[in-house]
């Protein structure tokens, strides 16, 4: 059925070849994993938000000069995006203690943080993504120490942009997770935002009621998923030509 050539498929994308050389088609997937995989769910209709809201967050960022990966979207699960070359790790930027680090450290989630916290994790499935400084990315060659500060700058604009975005429509940015590329362009390398962004890798909370607009509710089996990763749709305003026209009632016929 499908005759593109798949460049890599992970755990809820695929990456196809693109159309012109330097491209790509990235494909969400309805596919849910949680703790390396250990836990597996097909969601129907995850990827068709994700594709949705991910959009959405790049082409804003691309319009406050925030580089993305993002080209454009296609269709309903697909994207066109740049290649680049992956930094392999994970970003994490956190602005509320939750999940790993309210665990490691012993504080309650939900505590605010006096300053926001960038947090670094080796991409390694086989390793289970250990936490690494950047003594580590450094001296393992993951990334140059200019790469390092260019990650940061651009991981806490990106930041504070969603925060204001998320707070605009009654939800609390908890924490997130990013990842970057090397993008090649002539003689110049740059890094740019890749991956994705959407409730998959962030935490979203209602600023009234706490409730989870995140995967945490498959992580932690509320159940529910779809309809929270709608809600967040909806809020954002995207998403609303999805839903049925408001009906007329009968109309008299004389
Ligand atoms: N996250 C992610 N992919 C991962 C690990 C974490 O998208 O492989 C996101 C997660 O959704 C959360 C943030 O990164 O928004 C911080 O996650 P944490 O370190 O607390 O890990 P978790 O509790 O999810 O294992």
Known sequence: ????????????????EGPEPGTL????KDDATA????????????GVLNNRICEFVYQNLN???????????????EQLIREVEIIPLEVVVRNVAAGSLAKRIGVEEGTALPRSIIEFYYKSDALEDPMVSEEHITCFGWASPQEIDDIMA?????????TGLFLGVGIRLVDFKIEFGRLYENDLVRVVLADE??????RLWDIQSNDKLDKDRF????????????????RLGIMNELEPPPGRGPVLVK
Do not use: W
């Open 25 to 28: 088609i990235q494909h969400f």
């Open 35 to 46: 703790f390396n995989a250990k836990k597996h769910e097909l969601i129907d209709g995850k």
């Open 197 to 202: 962004i959407s409730p998959d890798s962030c």
């Open 154 to 162: 651009l991981a806490l604009r990106i930041n504070d942009f969603l």
């Open 219 to 234: 992580r932690r089996d509320m159940g529910g998923l779809v309809e929270a990763y709608t809600e967040v749709a909806r």
């Open 63 to 77: 319009q406050i000069g925030v580089p993305t990966h993002f080209i454009r979207r296609l269709n309903m699960r």
């Open 1 to 16: 059925m499908n005759r593109r050539r798949r460049i890599y498929e992970g755990k809820a994308k695929v990456l196809y």
